[in-house]
């Protein structure tokens, strides 16, 4: 079965500094997101991105985040200044269609970030 | 506010029995309501979608029941076997395909 990629699986920074987590979702899905899961607690959604453009967004993902697609296959996220409170594990997903014709998320297997 | 809650952080059961776990939610209506597995370190795995026009959905071993009346689904595993031992995730879906998940139940499966 087709995989979503995550890289790195583990990334440490120092608070305030600028982190950058990349996804590859499955090649022909069009919907892309971001979600996190803070140890012990449960997954919650941060974006969702169609078309090159955030379709939806949570009170989470403030200014310091951002999304891209800088080509036809990376996604990535971007956290610019890092706060000890967004140390989690961060998972990328896709799915190939979307609204009316809802299917299953695929998850990539995260990266774990520590901001220390 | 929407909320949802799976019925306890921690199912036990022995090998072979049937397990049920509950999603029950609030102030929502979703469009779909689906069932992921975590397992510990690992992004959630999609098990199965229900439908709000559906009453009941089976894969295998697995069943999912969705009453949109008393808001809840019912997620059973039956002859469970230790493999199936794992955090198991329900998620509302809304018709713009975000999906909201609950906390999760651990469910073990002792031999």
């Known amino acids: 079965e087709p995989e979503v990629t995550q890289t790195p699986s583990h990334q440490v920074t120092q608070m305030g500094q600028e982190v950058i987590l990349r996804c590859v979702p499955i090649?022909?899905?069009?919907?892309f997101y971001w979600y996190r899961q803070i140890l012990g607690q449960k997954v919650e959604f941060l974006v969702s991105?169609?078309?090159?453009?955030?379709?939806?967004k949570s009170e989470i993902f403030d200014d310091q985040f951002s999304v891209e697609r800088p080509d036809g296959s990376n996604f990535t996220l971007k956290i610019r200044s890092t706060k000890l409170e967004d140390s989690a594990m961060y998972f990328c997903a896709s799915r190939r269609l979307g609204t009316g014709n809802i299917e299953k998320l695929f998850f990539g297997s995260g990266t774990q970030l520590s901001v220390l | 506010s929407q909320k949802i809650e799976q019925n306890s952080e921690a199912l036990n059961i022995q090998e072979g029995k049937t397990a049920t776990l509950t999603c029950n939610y609030t102030n929502y209506s979703p469009a779909y309501l689906q069932w992921y597995r975590q397992d510990p370190g690992r992004g959630p795995v999609f098990l199965l979608l229900?439908?709000?026009?559906?009453k009941e959905k089976r894969k295998e071993r697995l069943k999912v029941t969705f009453d949109t009346t008393l808001k809840q689904s019912l997620f059973h595993i039956t002859a469970s076997q230790p493999a199936d031992s794992a955090t198991y995730l329900c998620?509302?879906?809304?018709?713009?395909?975000?999906?909201?998940f609950g906390d999760g139940t651990t469910l073990t499966v002792k031999p």
């Open positions: 998620a509302l879906v809304t018709n713009a395909g975000k999906s909201t």
């Open positions: 991105f169609y078309n090159n453009e955030i379709s939806e």
């Open positions: 229900i439908r709000e026009n559906e």
């Open positions: 090649s022909n899905h069009l919907y």
